[in-house]
């Protein structure tokens, strides 16, 4: 506990500063860090499973996503529609050609199926879902707009999907820790309880709620819903990592954070939950 707590508060002031305060390109840089390591440690579980992976192109693929995402932020902001679709085109591409390369560099075609398969799902588990971090952070202004409205302010909306998702992670830990006891998917997270996941949620509504009544919202109901979709998006991220841990018989993705285990651990929720409050923000903002 001591161990989690410490490297928690260490990890607090450089995370806020790039929340709030740090440039396109160092956030750039460090997000290509952070999806470098997070697919590092997807590869290390792939490979513990059995499955392999073609790890130069997960990397390549990874980091041409998240450059694909400041592609369309510069070109969005050039277009007269505000909209650019570089990812989009990226992620279209990225399969035959993915299936091609992995073609070319698998010698034993008793492992193509394996390495292929376990290759792209680590480029769109990791880099394609991470990637939507960067619009978060430099939102477009049809992004801007929305977010402004449910009371969130645009250079905050990062802080919102963060704040939003460490108190669910708080509160379902120490609820679940001390009075769970009905467990939800065993076969998954053993430790996971509905106790547990229903404070998680009551946490992330409550961080929302202090977010957004600070700023004096006037639409408190869409910041409410918004922090609901992220909070139950981020338990099945949670879910779907732990899966992939169990595949490979791990309970940790890693041993990076200390308390904590890998950045993959760190990140789970986050990974579902950053598309999820994007293309719940580009819905509000399309039917408005």
Known sequence: MKRRVLTALILTAPVLY???WAPLWLFLAVLLLVVAR?????????GTAGLGGLRWLGYLGCAALCLAQGADLHLAAQSPTGSSFVVLLLTVCL?????TLA????????RFLGAAGSTLFGVFYVGLLLSWI?????????????????????????????????????FAYLVGRGIGRHLIFPRISPKKTLEGSLAGLAGSLLAAWALTHWGKTPDLKTAMLLAGLVAV????????????????????SGSLLPG??????????????????????MAKHLLS
């Open 18 to 20: 790039l929340t709030l």
């Open 38 to 46: 997070s697919a590092y440690e997807y590869f290390e579980i792939s």
């Open 95 to 99: 399969i035959p050609t993915g299936l």
């Open 103 to 110: 073609l070319i560099a698998t010698s034993d075609l008793a």
């Open 134 to 170: 960067l619009p978060l952070r430099f939102p477009t202004p049809a992004l801007a707009q929305a977010a402004g409205a449910a009371g969130i302010a645009p250079g905050r909306i990062l802080l919102f999907l963060f704040l939003v998702i460490w108190a669910g992670d708080i």
């Open 233 to 252: 998006a981020g338990q099945v991220g949670d879910l779907v990592e732990s899966a992939l841990k169990r595949s490979a018989g791990l309970k940790d």
């Open 260 to 281: 904590h285990g890998g950045l993959l651990d760190r990140l789970d929720s986050v990974i579902f939950g950053a598309p999820v409050l994007w293309a719940a923000l």
